[in-house]
């Protein structure tokens, strides 16, 4: 079983920076993927970025330029650094892994901009 835990969001004034970490119970090496989802109220879930096993990061149109997504292999961490934060920001990010067929979930952690 794959435990992931979130830390990090908070509340942040527009254009600010806040950076959440994922921390994995297993080695995430092993995984094909991580990621970090985002869901505010009322909508759906949306990718926000992903980085691969081998290093390759992907990121959704609305962040790319803002948002930068690692990882730390030795600890087994994925971290994702939000700048020039807005608004339209505010969500719950949730960290996931991909492990074949499976797709583990974090709890989420809350992260709210301030206009």
């Known amino acids: 079983q794959v435990h992931l835990v979130e830390s990090g969001g908070g509340l942040v004034q527009a254009g600010g920076s806040l950076r959440v970490s994922c921390a994995a119970s297993?080695?995430?090496?092993?995984?094909?993927?991580m990621g970090w989802y985002r869901q505010a109220p009322g909508k759906q879930r949306e990718l926000v970025a992903a980085?691969?096993?081998?290093?390759?990061?992907n990121y959704a149109h609305s962040v790319k330029g803002r948002f930068t997504i690692s990882k730390d292999n030795a600890k087994n961490t994925v971290a994702l650094q939000m700048n020039s934060l807005k608004p339209e920001d505010t969500a719950v990010y949730l960290c996931?892994?991909?492990?074949?067929?499976?797709?583990?979930w974090g709890q989420g952690t809350q992260v709210t901009v301030s206009s």
């Open positions: 980085i691969l096993s081998g290093g390759t990061t």
């Open positions: 996931c892994a991909f492990l074949g067929r499976y797709t583990y």
């Open positions: 297993g080695s995430i090496f092993s995984f094909d993927a």
